[in-house]
């Protein structure tokens, strides 16, 4: 079994910071990609960065210069740094992971937490 959980959401007024962290348990052999993905009341989920294991990183165009994200390979954790924080950031922001576990010969399965709320305010 492989369980992820997040941590770090909150309540923050407009231009303000939050971090996110997410900590991946469990039957573990590697982690491929880790990442987080964030939904709005009425949205889809979208991708809002992502990082491979070797620290190449996507971003969101929206997020773009505002949020960092990074990994601690050592204790399969991610974490999103989240910098001047407008209203439109507020949803529940997701972790993802895909995950090789130690079941041999099964492909990387991705995982999700169970979602941490973010409310940005005006």
């Known amino acids: 079994q492989v369980q992820l959980v997040e941590s770090g959401g909150g309540l923050v007024q407009a231009g303000g910071s939050l971090r996110l962290s997410c900590a991946a348990s469990?039957?573990?052999?590697?982690?491929?990609?880790m990442g987080w993905y964030r939904q709005a009341p009425g949205k889809q989920r979208d991708m809002v960065a992502i990082?491979?294991?070797?620290?190449?990183?996507n971003y969101a165009d929206s997020v773009k210069g505002r949020f960092t994200i990074s990994r601690d390979n050592a204790k399969n954790t991610v974490f999103l740094q989240m910098m001047d924080l407008e209203p439109e950031d507020t949803a529940v922001y997701y972790c993802?992971?895909?995950?090789?576990?130690?079941?041999?010969?099964?492909?990387?399965?991705?995982?999700w937490g169970q979602g941490t709320q973010v409310t940005v305010s005006s």
């Open positions: 993802n992971a895909r995950i090789f576990t130690r079941t041999p010969w099964t492909p990387a399965y991705d995982y």
């Open positions: 469990g039957s573990i052999s590697s982690i491929n990609v």
């Open positions: 990082i491979t294991s070797d620290g190449r990183t």
